[in-house]
């Protein structure tokens, strides 16, 4: 029997900026699957720092990744926030994206989770970017409230790590050196929500 395969898509978040490859969320992910007796393939990433909904789009074209995968992940749309795309423009670019994780995942919505995007506001850089921080978290909300709601409608896992990430964001421990990106930390407190769905959707697979 195979190993599954687990495809993650996102951006800094996901490629983990700041901190050591073993440490991302994802790579965290699948060991802790693997230590509960689950083969798994390491975890094929494409990411990038800085990237939004639609060079996200342009580098799985160029990645050009072949499913089927057994598992598949999303967390994309800070970028788009940051570079001041409304919510209207994203709930389509967003969709877009999912239907194209859900194909990867043998078109099962089933294999398919998404996690929430962090609140930038909360971080040292955020606090300094000369941004109104109550706008970001507000802009964002928004974001997050239309993902989780196109995920709803298409039978998609929604892993919401804004709580913890606005609660502990801005704490030293929790950043990278940058005080923007998460810190190996928060990673792992991603980790803890998102491993128990990525454990459901395996074992129902």
């Known amino acids: 029997m195979r190993p599954a395969r687990y495809l993650a898509l996102g951006d800094s978040y996901t490629i983990g900026e700041g901190i050591a490859p073993e440490d991302r969320w994802p790579v965290r992910v699948a060991d802790a699957l693997r230590a509960t ?31 089927p995968f057994d598992l598949v992940s999303l967390l994309i749309g800070v970028n788009d926030q940051y570079r001041g795309r409304d919510v209207a ?7 877009a994206l999912l239907e194209r994780a859900i ?31 109550d706008a970001i978290a507000r802009e964002l909300d928004a974001y997050n409230a239309a993902a989780q709601a196109i995920c709803a409608a298409r039978g998609v896992a929604f892993v919401d790590i804004a709580p913890v990430s606005r609660a502990r964001g801005g704490e030293v421990e929790m950043l990278a050196d940058d005080g923007l990106h998460p810190s190996a930390a928060l990673h792992a407190e991603w980790t803890r929500l998102a491993l128990p769905v990525a454990r459901g959707l395996l074992s129902r697979a």
């Open 89 to 95: 423009s994203y709930r389509p670019a967003f969709s």
């Open 103 to 133: 194909g990867f995942a043998g078109d099962d919505p089933a294999r398919v989770f998404v996690l929430a995007i962090p609140d930038w506001g909360v971080t040292p850089f955020g606090a300094h970017s000369g941004r109104d921080v």
């Open 37 to 67: 007796g689950i083969a798994l393939d390491e975890p094929e990433i494409i990411a990038t720092t800085g990237w939004t909904t639609d060079e996200l789009d342009a580098g799985i074209d160029a990645a050009a990744p072949q499913g």
